[in-house]
Every structure is written in structure tokens, then in C-alpha cells.
């Protein structure tokens, strides 16, 4: 997972490395949007491949890539690290709940049979002595 994540990491420092060069360079304008002279996101674009070739884009690209794989990898670690356990605390739980369900579906079914085991016997001796033990027979 940490591989992947560092891959993705480098996927997307492709595109965010250029437009987070072309945000920093419109967020750093002395002019006001909106009065002559603001270059707006396509007019930074434009300037900057002028100026600099299409190299300009690239700028800080080394750095955010230095940034992103570490940190992308260690994030997608983690984060398949917290789901497998919340996965297995999520099938630890749900066998408790189970044998916790099992155990209540006995016990009630329990009761209730000699609940009834115990009616029925009664009913099957109404009317009938108690039979003693006779201890010369033994």
C-alpha cells in the first residue's frame, strides 16, 4: 500500500505541481483584480510559457514530488492500516453480537421448552398418585 500511495503521489504532482506554481505566482501580483494590468489564470499561463518555455510550468516540481510520495504513501499505509482493523474489530464485534444473540435465543427457547416440559408433565400426571421409592426393592 505504501508503494501505491507513494505512486499516486507522483501521479498527481503532475498536474498539481504546475497549478500550484501558476496559484502562487496570481496569489504573489501587486495588481488588484479587476484593474489594468492583472493577469488573470490563463494570462499567467500565457506569460509564463512565454517568459520561461513550458520549463516555467515545472518549476518547484522536484520539491512538491519530494513532499507529496512520502507523504501519500504513508497515508494510504495508514489508512489500509486503520480499515483492516476497524475491520477486524468490526467482525470481532458482530461474533460477539452473534454468539451474544445465539446465547439469548437459547436461553429464552431454553426456559420456554421446560416451561413447557414442565406443564406437560404435570398435565400428564393429574389424577395420578405420587409414586414413592420403595427402598426394599433396591
Given at each position: 500500500m505504501c508503494l501505491a500511495g507513494m505512486f499516486a503521489g507522483a501521479v498527481q504532482t503532475c498536474i498539481s505541481s504546475p497549478v500550484e506554481m501558476l496559484k502562487i505566482r496570481l496569489q504573489l501580483q501587486q495588481t488588484?483584480?479587476?484593474a489594468p494590468g492583472y493577469l488573470g489564470l490563463w494570462g499567467m499561463l500565457r506569460q509564463?510559457?512565454?517568459?520561461?518555455g513550458l520549463q516555467g510550468l515545472t518549476r518547484g516540481f522536484g520539491v512538491t514530488?519530494?513532499?507529496?510520495?512520502?507523504?501519500?504513501?504513508?497515508?494510504?499505509?495508514?489508512?489500509?492500516w486503520a480499515v483492516q482493523g476497524f475491520k477486524y474489530i468490526l467482525q470481532s464485534a458482530q461474533t460477539a453480537a452473534t454468539t451474544a444473540e445465539s446465547a439469548a435465543h437459547?436461553?429464552?427457547t431454553g426456559t420456554a421448552a421446560r416451561a413447557l416440559a414442565l406443564a406437560e408433565s404435570s398435565s400428564q400426571r393429574q389424577g395420578q398418585q405420587p409414586l414413592l421409592y420403595d427402598e426394599s426393592e433396591a
Open positions: 488588484l483584480p479587476g509564463v510559457i512565454a517568459q520561461e514530488l519530494a513532499r507529496d510520495c512520502p507523504s501519500y504513501g504513508l497515508y494510504f499505509a495508514t489508512y489500509h437459547a436461553l429464552s
